[in-house]
């Protein structure tokens, strides 16, 4: 298994998760571990880290590496040092039910660096590049049961040309979606690069040579979307998250893609709100307190620096809140 992930923005990530010794911190999506092991250095001695993927290959990496981290952690037993380790395979929407699993009760830090590690691009065979000759598969977690090869060969037209317009924002959704619906009732689409050869014969010559990026990138992106529901659940995460910090708790996340940041921004604002009757009501009958201080006015983004040695943190924002006391009225 060949992990090679570059964490990002691991600075801008740690000081605003402020992590201390003796925190509890989960981490959602492990990946290459880059993010968890920077996290457990920081809040040894005393600190729990929890760590979730989806992908069972990320967590068997991450078990080796954290363990590895743990070795050189002075004054611990072995047992002390696995209990401040804490994996699961799982979905990161099931977080509060693996805390209760473990009996923590709240967390001081949440963190949640979405979208695919770079061993999953590059070295799962999942057919997540279309660059690579591999099964359309695309599934982050392998027990799934939809892969893209699902959706590709027995999706209705329609239902492709919305899912690559609305998760991949191309502009030719509803041309790529023909011509797949055409090429398969020839034969089944199999493979990663049979699909962005039909993606890249749909895409009009004047358009693909103005993109910057591949004709069938978008596609792919899209695709990835709808296997995994990334969409779907983040916003239920978010409220779920928040729920299980601590007052003073932070979260932060990390997207790369507009739309993600999106759903992201408007739920902390939701959740940062004070009063929402009605503007002509003359006194507040909500009493609604806001549950969160935003602590990134602006979205962060990578230094050029980082991006200069890690082209793949480009499109990564950063946003990340704080939980507030609530008061009881
Ligand atoms: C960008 S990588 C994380 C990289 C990691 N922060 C590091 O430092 O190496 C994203 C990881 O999140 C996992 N993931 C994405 N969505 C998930 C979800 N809903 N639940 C659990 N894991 C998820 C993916 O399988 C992938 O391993």
Same mark, same amino acid.
């Given at each position: 298994m060949v992990f090679r992930h570059t964490p990002v923005m691991v600075n801008e990530v740690l000081s605003h998760l402020n992590c201390k010794p003796g925190d509890q911190v989960a981490d959602c999506t492990l990946g290459g571990a880059g993010h968890a092991r920077a996290i457990l250095k920081r809040i040894q001695p005393g600190g729990v880290l929890v760590g979730i993927d989806q992908d069972s290959d990320a967590i068997r990496h991450a078990s080796a590496v954290l363990a590895m981290e743990m070795e050189t952690a002075p004054g611990m037993d072995m047992a002390t040092k696995q209990s401040r380790i804490r994996l699961f395979h799982d979905n990161f929407q099931n977080l509060p039910h693996i805390l209760s699993q473990i009996g923590i009760a709240s967390l001081d830090g949440v963190l949640a660096d979405l979208g695919l590690s770079q061993y999953q691009i590059e070295a799962s065979g999942r057919g997540f590049s279309f660059r690579q000759n591999e099964p359309l598969d695309m599934r982050m977690n392998a027990d799934a049961e939809t892969t893209a090869g699902d959706i590709v060969n027995a999706s209705p037209e329609k239902r492709l040309a919305w899912i690559f317009k609305e998760y991949g924002e191309e502009r030719w959704a509803g041309r790529i979606a023909a011509r797949i619906v055409a090429a398969r009732a020839d034969k089944s689409i199999r493979t990663a690069k049979e699909l962005a050869d039909i993606v890249e014969a749909a895409v009009p010559r004047r358009d693909a040579a103005k993109r910057k990026i591949h004709p069938a990138t978008k596609v792919f992106m899209a695709l990835r979307i709808a296997v995994n529901r990334e969409l779907e659940i983040l916003d239920d995460f978010i409220i779920d998250a928040v729920n299980c910090l601590k007052p003073g708790g932070r979260i932060c996340i990390v997207s790369f893609h507009s739309l993600e940041d999106r759903i992201v921004k408007t739920r902390f604002r939701e959740m940062e709100k004070a009063c929402v009757c009605p #503007?002509?009501? #003359? /006194? *507040? /009958? *909500?009493r609604r307190q806001p549950e969160i201080r935003i602590l990134t006015r602006k979205v962060v983004r990578p230094a050029e620096d980082e991006i200069h040695v890690n082209p793949m943190a480009r499109s990564a924002r950063l946003r990340a809140a704080e939980k507030l006391l609530t008061v009881s009225t």
């Amino acid at each position: 298994m060949v992990f090679r992930h570059t964490p990002v923005m691991v600075n801008e990530v740690l000081s605003h998760l402020n992590c201390k010794p003796g925190d509890q911190v989960a981490d959602c999506t492990l990946g290459g571990a880059g993010h968890a092991r920077a996290i457990l250095k920081r809040i040894q001695p005393g600190g729990v880290l929890v760590g979730i993927d989806q992908d069972s290959d990320a967590i068997r990496h991450a078990s080796a590496v954290l363990a590895m981290e743990m070795e050189t952690a002075p004054g611990m037993d072995m047992a002390t040092k696995q209990s401040r380790i804490r994996l699961f395979h799982d979905n990161f929407q099931n977080l509060p039910h693996i805390l209760s699993q473990i009996g923590i009760a709240s967390l001081d830090g949440v963190l949640a660096d979405l979208g695919l590690s770079q061993y999953q691009i590059e070295a799962s065979g999942r057919g997540f590049s279309f660059r690579q000759n591999e099964p359309l598969d695309m599934r982050m977690n392998a027990d799934a049961e939809t892969t893209a090869g699902d959706i590709v060969n027995a999706s209705p037209e329609k239902r492709l040309a919305w899912i690559f317009k609305e998760y991949g924002e191309e502009r030719w959704a509803g041309r790529i979606a023909a011509r797949i619906v055409a090429a398969r009732a020839d034969k089944s689409i199999r493979t990663a690069k049979e699909l962005a050869d039909i993606v890249e014969a749909a895409v009009p010559r004047r358009d693909a040579a103005k993109r910057k990026i591949h004709p069938a990138t978008k596609v792919f992106m899209a695709l990835r979307i709808a296997v995994n529901r990334e969409l779907e659940i983040l916003d239920d995460f978010i409220i779920d998250a928040v729920n299980c910090l601590k007052p003073g708790g932070r979260i932060c996340i990390v997207s790369f893609h507009s739309l993600e940041d999106r759903i992201v921004k408007t739920r902390f604002r939701e959740m940062e709100k004070a009063c929402v009757c009605p #503007p002509d009501f #003359p /006194v *507040c /009958v *909500c009493r609604r307190q806001p549950e969160i201080r935003i602590l990134t006015r602006k979205v962060v983004r990578p230094a050029e620096d980082e991006i200069h040695v890690n082209p793949m943190a480009r499109s990564a924002r950063l946003r990340a809140a704080e939980k507030l006391l609530t008061v009881s009225t």
